[in-house]
């Protein structure tokens, strides 16, 4: 059985930072694309960053280049999402999504494995 367990939320000022975790188990980790998602109240679920674990690739929304980096451990079977200078407009929940195919940020609907969340908000 799929399992992504995310962890690392919290809460933080305006300018702060967090790393998220997403550890996945019971799945091909390699050669696979995970992302990173998030939703806030009222609002639709939108991507944040996606990483092609065969090899390296990364993606960003454009809300958050040059701010949050995701970056992956293959002997953990765990991805990050690494986020500075948070912003009040970051907060979320946010998830940790994956699938065999890359989907990129725009169809979060097509990812077919997810974690259960995990919270940030950000206070200006």
């Known amino acids: 059985q799929v399992q992504l367990v995310e962890s690392g939320g919290g809460s933080v000022q305006a300018g702060g930072s967090l790393r998220l975790s997403c550890a996945a188990s019971?799945?091909?980790?390699?050669?696979?694309?995970m992302g990173w998602f998030r939703q806030a109240p009222g609002k639709e679920r939108e991507g944040v960053a996606a990483i092609y674990t065969g090899g390296g690739s990364t993606y960003y929304a454009d809300s958050v280049k040059g701010r949050f980096t995701i970056s992956q451990d293959n002997a953990k079977n765990t991805v990050y999402l690494q986020m500075n200078s948070l912003k009040p407009e970051d907060t979320a929940m946010y998830y940790c999504?994956?699938?065999?195919?890359?989907?990129?940020?725009?169809?979060?609907?097509?990812?077919?494995?997810w974690g259960q969340g995990t919270q940030v908000t950000v206070s200006s």
């Open positions: 019971g799945y091909t980790y390699s050669s696979n694309c």
């Open positions: 999504a994956a699938d065999s195919l890359f989907h990129g940020l725009g169809t979060p609907w097509k990812y077919n494995y």
